[in-house]
């Protein structure tokens, strides 16, 4: 890393993107505070209701319990992408034809617009004429996902596996291809098992890409809306309704700006601590 | 250890699955694919692909799709690489506070900014204009962007610098002329991920667009709430939104691992 000298003009060298972000990101966002302190009745006429609304949505049982969803769904995506990632990027080639080939073919879900993979999956697993639902049916398990709970859930997170693991593993896998072979071949003189290898070596290597890989994954995974919209629009009944579909619902399906602005504060505020807390917690290890 | 390579065989399988299922049922005929389980198309048909090439409302989507996330990428790139090289190279007033700030935008649930989005572009007259689903992507783009690039050019030895000045170049001709090729493979990584994220999002393009600007996820979603469901036909405009991405990635295969190998954080 190289030695940073102090240098004020470098302002001069971020004013364009500050102006981009801050136009798209300070206005939206001042008026969603704007609307979190207010009641209206139409026709533009607001009147300032302070915390009104935020003592509402921290005390209703219906943001608990959509929150209480997205926390099990992040929870159980994490749990199963990071060590499929990283188990995968260990048993990939390391060079060659096939490493073209396993990284490109591995990429392609990443490059699906979110709104046809919840498309593609919603009818690959219709039990009466999708590949999966149909396949699962024909082993006689009953499998509906538009009618069981449960089923929905698998059929979510088998979802969000398939589209996202890849990046864990592209990640992983740079992690990987950082370790410089006089690594492996001291492991090797020294008999290193394959578990001490993993352990000492690789684990260490990774751990930074992977930092990586939890921070955007959960930060993608807590904002998901477009997939399990198209995939089950929230149900049955509620079982599926996420955060973000149920912001969307109380925003645009009942117009409720009030609400639905001071969830958005709400929700903002949480992706952002939990990422902060990451955030240093990367930081002070690269300073160590 | 032998068995090794069945662990990405068995995941890349697994990741076939569902597109060999999009791309067979766009083959079919919408009876077929209603009429129950057939692993292969039965009457293979090139219609729906036809349709949606012939129809101005199915390809004008594509097209404008591409224009925004073009329009996207050269904004967010051109915006970035300054900003970058500005992290990589100096210590100012806030620098760290600005970097997290920005990384911030990438936070934020697009839920949340789709109404006032949808406010603010009416307001200054640019709603339903592709440069408007572009500016909006920007949001999470550029902090992404900068990301990327400031992890590159931290890699670039400083000496480089030095010696250009040394040697009489002013800011701009190094910068353009040595520094950019430098950095060429960030750059391309950069680019990838921001047409990547701009391809792959919706709810903001989808807000932002009536008709001139429609993309074409959004053309997907209306067609299918309003002429009941023609499966075969989505299918096929399915199979093709996979096609610009496989492209891309064709070309960075080889850069896409060491984008953030290289990266800060």
């Not at chain 1, 699906?112 to 593609?120: D, L, Q, R």
């Not at chain 2, 591409?66 to 100012?92: E, G």
Request: positive net charge.
């Amino acid at each position: 890393m190289n030695e940073k000298a102090p240098y004020q003009k470098g302002w001069i060298f971020v004013i364009p993107v500050v102006a981009l972000v801050a136009f798209n990101a300070v206005i939206p966002l001042m008026t969603v505070v704007n609307y979190s302190v207010q009641e209206t009745f139409g026709n533009n006429i607001f009147f300032f209701e302070g915390i009104k609304w935020f003592q509402a949505v921290l005390t209703s049982d219906r943001f608990h319990a959509a929150l209480g969803r997205q926390l099990a769904f992040t929870a159980t995506i994490l749990a199963i992408e990071l060590p499929l990632g990283v188990a995968i990027a260990l048993a990939m080639p390391r060079k060659g034809p096939w490493l073209s080939v396993c990284l490109v073919l591995m990429a392609l879900p990443l490059l699906i617009p979110w709104n046809v993979v919840g498309a593609m999956w919603n009818i690959f697993a219709l039990p009466d004429i999708g590949l999966l639902g149909k396949t699962l049916n024909n082993l006689s398990i009953n499998y509906n996902y538009t009618q069981q709970p449960a089923a929905a859930w698998v059929t979510l997170i088998a979802m969000d596996v398939w589209h996202w693991t890849s990046l864990v593993v592209l990640l992983a896998f740079a992690g990987l291809s950082s370790i410089p072979d006089a690594y492996y071949q001291a492991a090797k003189i020294d008999g290193a098992s394959p578990y001490a290898v993993f352990r000492y070596i690789q684990l260490p290597k990774m751990r930074r890409v992977l930092t990586i890989a939890v921070l955007l994954r959960f930060m993608d995974s807590f904002m998901i809306y477009t997939e399990p919209f198209v995939l089950t629009g929230g149900g049955p009944g509620n079982a599926t309704t996420l955060l973000s579909i149920d912001l969307v619902k109380v925003a645009l399906g009942q117009f409720d700006l009030g609400p639905a602005a001071a969830m958005s504060i709400i929700y903002f505020l949480i992706v952002l601590l939990v990422s902060w807390v990451f955030y240093t917690v990367m930081t002070r290890k690269e300073e160590a | 250890m032998r068995l090794r390579w069945l662990v990405p065989t068995l995941y890349i399988l697994f990741l076939m699955l569902p597109i060999y299922w999009l791309v067979s049922m766009s083959f079919k005929t919408t009876n077929e694919i209603l009429g129950g389980l057939t692993l292969w198309p039965k009457n293979f048909t090139l219609d729906n692909y036809i349709t949606i090439l012939t129809q101005p409302v199915w390809y004008n989507g594509y097209i404008n799709s591409i224009i925004y996330v073009c329009m996207n990428t050269a904004i967010s790139v051109t915006a970035a690489l300054p900003a970058a090289y500005a992290f990589s190279r100096f210590r100012f007033l806030g620098d760290k506070h600005l970097f997290f700030w920005l990384l911030t935008n990438r936070m934020a649930p697009p839920a949340v900014f789709a109404l006032p989005f949808f406010q603010l572009y009416s307001a200054i007259n640019l709603f339903d204009t592709h440069i408007a689903v572009a500016l909006a992507h920007t949001l999470f783009n550029i902090p992404l962007a900068v990301w990327i690039l400031e992890g590159f050019m931290s890699g670039v030895p400083k000496q480089l610098d030095e010696t250009a000045y040394v040697d009489g170049y002013g800011f701009w001709r190094f910068f353009v002329k040595i520094f950019l090729p430098t950095i060429r493979s960030g750059v391309g990584v950069a680019a990838f991920f921001c047409f990547m994220f701009s391809w792959v999002e919706l709810l903001l393009a989808k807000t932002l667009t009536a008709v001139a600007a429609k993309p074409i996820a959004a053309t997907m979603t209306r067609t299918a709430s309003s002429s009941g469901f023609e499966l075969g036909l989505l299918a096929a405009a399915g199979a093709l939104t996979i096609i610009p991405g496989a492209v891309v990635i064709y070309f960075v295969r080889n850069y896409i691992a060491k984008g953030f190998s290289l990266g800060r954080v």
